[in-house]
């Protein structure tokens, strides 16, 4: 759950830190204070996306931090992502949320002081809160947000995904064959050009390395004169001529062991003298086996050079450089058989024929797991529009078939619902007033929320276009939802601010400097009944509307 919220300079708001606890927490006060600010807060740091205007007016930047209990699933996805905390948390564990945005837009995440990425903020935040937005009833008029919606709730989203990807693996099957067929002169002709240019390369068959190996052999062979007469001579200078180094050193050491016998001292300079002996004979023993292989071979030299020209020249024609020539081999090798796969169109057609078959496959297991969504949101949704004022109305997830299926598989997703009894559903976007679009899209929320794992909701404003008893209603199903887990609520409603565990005040007030600040007050009971008062009755708190505040805290 949500231990802890501050934020700084943030929009309106200069400095807040508020304190979290369990059950139904609600936020209110006027139009305007900023309610729904302290959750676009809270929402940066889940990885909402942000911008220079939510910086505060005069301020370089608005920092925001949340610190959520961590679940057992997130402690697991911590670890994975090696953004943990080295010590566990004294309160029994604990994640940090940090989000910081600068006046000129640039945005940076923490996590557990760690630097990371939205996205890892966004999968996070899934894990931890589920906002359900003021305008979540509006979305429900788009077909695309109500398949999200059902197959969120289903826990269908990764089914969903394999079928989207199955369906563009079948559709792009279908483009290949398309492509082969319309562009099969265009093809042979390609395919001609690199079967010519094949064979070219096949005929020189160029290695790899080759054309570094033949140069160096080039190299040696041209200068084989030179290389002869000065090994032979640094052999003869070494130890065959009459005053050959080899010969004098050893002299000279056999000398300096005779005055080492005499005198220690000099022990040390014969140890460097004797390696040396034994270097000089290496080099010797290498020259001498270098020159044995060492000859001249005119023949060698010529076919050599032919080589190189054959090479050089193929580079040339194709413009490339004489070492990239084996590697352009394999790779034409390789376009001309892509090409004649591609040319393959009875190949291309069985593999349209095998990507249908498995995008088949993904959708009707889909579908099948819809199916038996569908049955049990409708009962569900119908239960609490029962609740909701809207007796013997009920509500349907219709899957309506697709003549060929599409990327969301083989039915397209449509909410209907019926007013009163008897009366056939039909689609919500044409039926539903603003009104009841409101009752069905809390009934939805409500029933999704019960079966989310998540631990934290938040329903900002979500009981706007709902008054009197169902109200009442809104806020016992809330209050209800927060004997499980966190939920926290900006309304506009005392019936459902009476419901709260917790009461929190939002405020505005003018500045020296004509500009305007938000503020946050917990509210104690004296306060509170003030509060539901206002709500009650507006500006002016009569006695009877304070009566009336207290009878329904009481209750």
């Known amino acids: 759950m949500l231990r802890h919220l501050s934020i700084r300079d943030f929009v309106i708001v200069a400095a807040l830190d508020l304190e979290f606890d369990r059950g139904f927490t609600v936020f209110s006060g006027e139009t305007g204070a900023g309610k729904s600010i302290l959750i676009d807060a809270l929402a940066l740091t889940l990885g909402a996306r942000a911008d220079a205007d939510v910086v505060r007016t005069g301020t370089s930047r608005a920092d925001i931090t949340a610190e959520f209990s961590a679940t057992a699933e997130v402690e697991r996805w911590l670890e994975e992502q090696a953004l ?37 903020l966004r999968e996070l935040g899934e894990r931890l809160v589920d906002i359900h937005g003021q305008h979540a009833h509006q979305l429900l008029m788009r077909p695309d947000a109500q398949r999200t919606l059902f197959d969120t709730h289903a826990g269908l989203t990764a089914s969903a995904a394999t079928v989207a990807s199955a369906h563009r693996s079948w559709r792009d099957a279908q483009h290949a064959l398309e492509l082969a067929r319309t562009r099969d002169r265009e093809l042979q002709l390609e395919r001609e050009r690199l079967a010519w240019q094949l064979a070219e390369l096949d005929k020189l068959s160029p290695q790899a390395g080759e054309w570094e190996e033949i140069s160096a052999e080039h190299r040696r062979l041209t200068h084989s004169v030179n290389l002869i007469e000065g090994v032979r001579g640094a052999v003869d200078a070494l130890s065959e001529a009459d005053n050959a180094m080899l010969g004098q050193l050893g002299s000279i050491i056999s000398k300096l062991r005779d005055l080492a016998d005499i005198d220690p001292a000099l022990g040390d300079t014969l140890a460097s003298l004797e390696p040396a002996e034994i270097q000089l004979r290496e080099a010797v023993y290498s020259l001498t086996h270098y020159a044995q292989k060492l000859e001249l071979d005119p023949d060698r030299l010529a076919q050599v050079e032919a080589r190189l020209d054959a090479l050089h020249s193929l580079a040339r024609k194709f413009r490339l450089q004489p070492e990239t020539l084996p590697a352009e081999h394999e790779a034409r090798r390789a376009q001309l058989a892509a090409l004649d796969a591609a040319a393959d169109l009875d190949t291309l057609t069985a593999a349209v024929a095998t990507a249908h078959e498995a995008y088949l496959r993904e959708a009707k297991q889909l579908s099948k797991a819809r ?14 529009m029962q609740e909701l004022s809207m007796a013997g109305g009920s509500f ?128 104690d009971r004296t306060s509170r009944i003030e509060e539901v008062a206002r709500m009650l009755g507006g500006l002016e708190i009569t006695a009877t509307t304070r009566r009336h505040a207290k009878e329904m805290l009481a209750a």
Not at 109 to 120: C, E, K, R, Y
Request: proline fraction near 6%; include cysteine; aromatic fraction near 2%.
């Open 84 to 120: 943990a905390r080295p010590e566990p948390d004294a309160a029994g564990g604990a994640v940090m949320l940090r989000r910081v945005v600068d006046a000129n837009g640039r945005s940076r995440a923490f996590i557990n002081g760690t630097p990371a990425t939205l996205a890892q």
């Open 371 to 384: 199916a038996k969504a569908a049955k049990a949101l409708s009962a569900a949704v119908t239960a609490g």
């Open 396 to 523: 349907e997830v219709a899957l309506v078939p697709l003549a060929e299926g599409g990327a969301h598989g083989l039915e397209q997703i449509e909410f209907r619902v019926a007013g009163h009894a008897g009366v056939p559903p039909r689609p919500l976007a044409k039926v539903a007033s603003g009104g009841e679009l409101a009752r069905i899209s809390l009934a939805l929320a409500v029933v999704a929320s019960a079966a989310s794992p998540t631990p934290t909701l938040i329903f900002d404003e979500v009981d706007t276009g709902i008054g009197g008893g169902v109200a009442e209603v809104v806020g016992r199903l809330l209050h209800q939802l927060g004997r499980d887990r966190q939920v926290l609520c900006v309304t506009h409603l005392p019936q459902v601010a009476a419901r709260g565990d917790h009461h929190f005040q939002v405020a505005k007030a003018g500045t020296a400097d004509g500009g305007t600040l938000s503020t946050v007050t917990q509210l």
